[in-house]
C-alpha cells in the first residue's frame, strides 16, 4: 500500500533558525495536505499542494511539491516559539480517496 | 467558527470491556473520517463515510471495531472487546467535499479527540 514517509523525525532549533521538513511517498499523489498538531492538541489543516512543482507561502511558511508529484517540503525562516508542535503531511493517491499521513516531524524551538 | 465534537474526551476502560465513542461533524459536511492515532506517529485512517455509506474501511478491525453513521450525520466508533493495544487518540474530521482525487481542496477539520486507555 501507499507509503508516506517523513524526515526529520525531530528537530530542536534556536529561536530566529530555519526549519525544513520533509515529505515522500512511495507512490504519486493527487495531492498533498500540512497539518501542524500543537503539544496535547488536534492536527489543524495548513495547506493543500496540488500541481506538479507548485509552491505557496504563507508568511513565513514556504510549501513545495515535488516535479514528479511524489515529495513535498515545508520550511519556516526565521522560526519562533509559537512555531512548535509536530507537522504532518498527508498524500492522497492518485487512484484512491484516501489520504495517507506520515508520522510527522516534531519542532522544538529554543527562545 | 463551527466544530467538529467529540466525546467523551478521555476513556479509560478494561481490557474485555466495551466502548464507544461519538462525533459530531461540522454542519453540512458530508464527508466523515475515524482516525487512530498512536503517540509518536501520525493519524491512520480506520474509516471513511460519505453521507452514510462507508466508503473506506481497509484500516479498520471488523473484529472488534464497529461504526456507523445511520442518518448521514453523526457518527459512533465502537470497540468490542477493548485491548490493551487499543490505547490510542480517536479522532474525528469532517470535509464539505468527497475525498475523491482530484484538485479539490478538501481541507479536514478535526475534533479534539477521545484519549482511549485501556487496562
Known amino acids: 500500500g501507499q507509503q508516506v514517509m517523513q524526515i526529520p523525525q525531530y528537530q530542536h532549533v534556536q529561536e530566529g533558525e530555519d526549519f525544513t521538513t520533509y515529505c515522500n511517498s512511495s507512490?504519486?499523489?493527487?495531492?498533498i495536505q500540512w497539518y501542524k498538531q500543537r503539544p496535547g492538541g488536534h492536527p489543524v489543516f495548513l495547506i493543500q499542494?496540488?500541481?506538479?512543482?507548485e509552491v505557496k507561502k504563507q508568511k513565513r511558511l514556504t510549501f513545495q511539491f515535488g516535479e514528479a508529484k511524489k515529495n513535498s517540503s515545508l520550511h519556516i525562516t526565521a522560526t519562533q516559539t509559537t512555531d512548535v508542535g509536530t507537522y504532518f503531511c498527508?498524500?492522497?493517491?492518485?487512484?484512491?480517496?484516501?489520504?495517507?499521513f506520515g508520522d510527522g516531524t516534531t519542532l522544538t524551538v529554543k527562545p | 467558527e463551527a466544530e467538529v465534537a467529540q466525546s467523551p474526551r478521555y476513556k479509560i476502560t478494561e481490557k474485555s470491556q466495551a466502548v464507544a465513542f461519538w462525533c459530531d461533524p461540522i454542519?453540512?459536511?458530508?464527508?466523515l473520517y475515524w482516525y487512530r492515532q498512536i503517540l509518536g506517529q501520525g493519524p491512520e485512517l480506520l474509516v471513511q463515510?460519505?453521507?452514510?455509506?462507508?466508503?473506506?474501511d481497509s484500516q479498520l478491525p471488523k473484529d472488534r471495531f464497529s461504526a456507523e453513521r445511520l442518518k448521514g450525520v453523526d457518527s459512533t466508533l465502537k470497540i468490542q472487546p477493548a485491548e490493551l493495544g487499543d490505547s490510542a487518540m480517536y479522532l474525528c474530521?469532517?470535509?464539505?467535499?468527497?475525498?475523491?482525487?482530484?484538485?479539490?481542496?478538501?481541507?479536514?477539520?478535526f475534533g479534539p479527540g477521545t484519549r482511549l486507555t485501556v487496562l
Open positions: 507512490t504519486t499523489l493527487s495531492n
Open positions: 474530521a469532517s470535509s464539505s467535499t468527497p475525498g475523491l482525487a482530484g484538485g479539490f481542496t478538501d481541507t479536514q477539520y
Open positions: 499542494l496540488v500541481k506538479s512543482g
Open positions: 498527508a498524500g492522497r493517491n492518485t487512484n484512491a480517496g484516501k489520504s495517507t
Open positions: 463515510f460519505q453521507d452514510e455509506s462507508v466508503v473506506d
Open positions: 454542519s453540512g459536511h458530508a464527508t
